[in-house]
C-alpha cells in the first residue's frame, strides 16, 4: 500500500509547543534607576600611568612606604634609574599601606642575562594581602611546572596563556583582586576571587583562590582582617619592579 506523502508527513510531525512566559515574583519591584552620580575621576594620559584616585605605592624615587618583612625595618632593596630592585639575601619587602579590594598595576623585569632554569630563573613573587601569590618568573622559553609559571596562582592555576616577554624586558601586569570574608568564627564565606592582563593579555579570569599561598603543602584559609599589605619577594633573583599603584575598590 502506497501512503500519500502528506498523510506520512501528518502521521510523524509533532505538536508544536508553545513557550509559556516566566511569571514575574511578586515582590519583585520594578527597575529604579540608581539616583548616586559615580564619582568623577581623570583618568592618565599614557597607558600604565596612575589615574588620579590611585595610590601610588612606589614612584621610582625611593622606598618611602615600603619596609622589611622581616625585620619591619626601612626595606633594603636598591632604588635606581626610576625602579626598585631586589637585593638577593635581605628579605621580602612590603608596603606599609594595607588594602583588600582593589585594582593593581605594577611593572616588573627579570634579568637580561639569563641564569639558571625553570624557578631559579628570574623567580620572584607578588603577593596581595600578604598571602595570596602571582608568580613573576622569566617563563620566556623557560620551562617548569605549569602552575609555577609566570602569571600563575602561583600552585593553583596557571595562565591561559605564556604572554611572557623576553628577558630584561618590562612587563606589566593589571590585578582585580576582591579579598576573602570571613565569619565571627574565622570560617571562610567568600573566597578571594583574582583576574590578571599580562601585557595586555587576560591571563587569569575571576578565579576563585583556594587559600594562602604555600609551597609545600595545599592552599588553605586562615582567618584575617580585611586589609593587607602589598608583599615582594626575594627570591635571590635581582628582579626590577617599577610604577606601582593601586585604586582601592
Request: aromatic share 10%; proline share 8%.
Amino acid at each position: 500500500m502506497v501512503i500519500p506523502i502528506q498523510s506520512a508527513f501528518a502521521q510523524v510531525q509533532q505538536p508544536q509547543q508553545v513557550q509559556q512566559p516566566v511569571p514575574i515574583p511578586e515582590d519583585m519591584k520594578p527597575f529604579e534607576a540608581p539616583k548616586k552620580e559615580p564619582p568623577v575621576i581623570t583618568p592618565a594620559v599614557t597607558p600604565g600611568a596612575p589615574p588620579s584616585d590611585a595610590v601610588i605605592l612606589f614612584d621610582g624615587k625611593d622606598l618611602t612606604g615600603w619596609k622589611s618583612v622581616r625585620t619591619g625595618d626601612d626595606a633594603k632593596w636598591q632604588v635606581k634609574e626610576g625602579f626598585m630592585q631586589v637585593v638577593a639575601a635581605t628579605g621580602d619587602i612590603a608596603t606599609k599601606f594595607e588594602f583588600g579590594d582593589c585594582q593593581l598595576h605594577i611593572e616588573w623585569a627579570t634579568p637580561a642575562e639569563v641564569r639558571g632554569s625553570g624557578q631559579g630563573r628570574g623567580n620572584s613573587g607578588i603577593f596581595l594581602m600578604d598571602r595570596y601569590e602571582v608568580q613573576v618568573l622569566d617563563s620566556y622559553n623557560n620551562k617548569t611546572y605549569v602552575h609555577g609559571q609566570a602569571g600563575a596562582v602561583y600552585k593553583q592555576y596557571p595562565p591561559l596563556v605564556n604572554a611572557s616577554r623576553k628577558p630584561g624586558e618590562w612587563q606589566t601586569y593589571d590585578i582585580i583582586f576582591k579579598a576573602p570574608k570571613f565569619d565571627d568564627m574565622g570560617k571562610v564565606t567568600e573566597r578571594a576571587r583574582i583576574t590578571v592582563i599580562h601585557n595586555g593579555v587576560l591571563i587569569q579570569n575571576n578565579v576563585e583562590i583556594h587559600g594562602i599561598t604555600y609551597n609545600d603543602r595545599p592552599a588553605y584559609y586562615i582567618a584575617h582582617g580585611p586589609k593587607g599589605a602589598l608583599k615582594l619577594q626575594d627570591h635571590g633573583n635581582p628582579i626590577r619592579y617599577r610604577n606601582i599603584w593601586v585604586r582601592i575598590l
